[in-house]
């Protein structure tokens, strides 16, 4: 049976979760680290930052707003099954 879209696979998850309890168990040593790194270089930090984050908080979805001038607004959902709504 095929797992469906953006349900990530199980090793994909437990990494995911033990990253997440890494960071919630090292958050004072993780501000220490990053505040070390960013005396150095504050733009190395943040990509630090960054890179932790990525896998503590899922990523959100890009949606583009807008219509063509004088028309009304209209709203697509995709499903998931590649049905459009």
């Known amino acids: 049976m095929a797992r469906p879209k953006g349900i990530p696979n199980k ?6 979760e033990a990253i ?3 960071v919630d168990a090292n958050a004072h040593r993780l501000e220490g680290w990053l505040d070390e790194i960013a005396q150095e270089s504050p733009e190395k930090a943040f990509r630090a930052f960054m890179d932790v984050v990525e896998y ?9 707003h807008g219509n063509a001038p ?3 607004f209209r709203v697509m959902v995709d499903s998931g099954d590649g049905k459009v709504l």
């Open 11 to 16: 090793a994909t998850a437990t990494a995911r």
């Open 20 to 22: 997440s309890r890494f």
């Open 56 to 64: 503590h908080v899922p990523k959100l979805a890009r949606v583009e």
């Open 70 to 72: 004088g028309e009304s």
